[in-house]
């Protein structure tokens, strides 16, 4: 299993910005696409973001666009989601997760993390 760790989240107030990483110890992310994905309780998760194996293709939720931003740097192993401008809709708790392409859609075959709970609140 392809197991990553999120972290970064934390409670912040709207307007407000945070920075989550996504990393791996077992394998090297820069074999993968990696997307983001958030899931508040009763709801679906969601796509939030997405990058290719390279950096040069990112995708994103109409949502979110504009405000967050996506990026790797494989030297480190690791994944960042920039969030600017948060909104109390964003809240939820954000997973990521290698991919073979970037892509928005969950897959039943995803590996998925704990997560890292986002709060945007005042």
């Known amino acids: 299993q392809l197991q990553v760790v999120e972290s970064g989240g934390g409670l912040v107030q709207p307007g407000g910005s945070l920075r989550l990483s996504c990393t791996a110890s077992?394998?090297?992310?820069?074999?993968?696409?990696i997307g983001w994905f958030r899931q508040v309780p009763g709801k679906e998760r969601e796509g939030v973001s997405c990058?290719?194996?390279?950096?040069?293709?990112?995708n994103y939720a109409d949502s979110v666009k504009g405000r967050f931003t996506i990026s790797r740097d494989n030297a480190k192993n690791t994944v960042y989601l920039q969030m600017n401008s948060l909104k109390p809709e964003d809240s939820a708790v954000y997973y990521c997760?290698?991919?073979?392409?970037?892509?928005?859609?969950?897959?039943?075959?995803?590996?998925w993390g704990q997560g890292t709970q986002v709060t945007v609140s005042s």
């Open positions: 997760t290698p991919q073979p392409v970037c892509s928005l859609l969950v897959n039943p075959f995803n590996s």
């Open positions: 077992r394998f090297t992310l820069d074999l993968y696409a």
């Open positions: 990058i290719s194996r390279s950096g040069g293709g990112t």
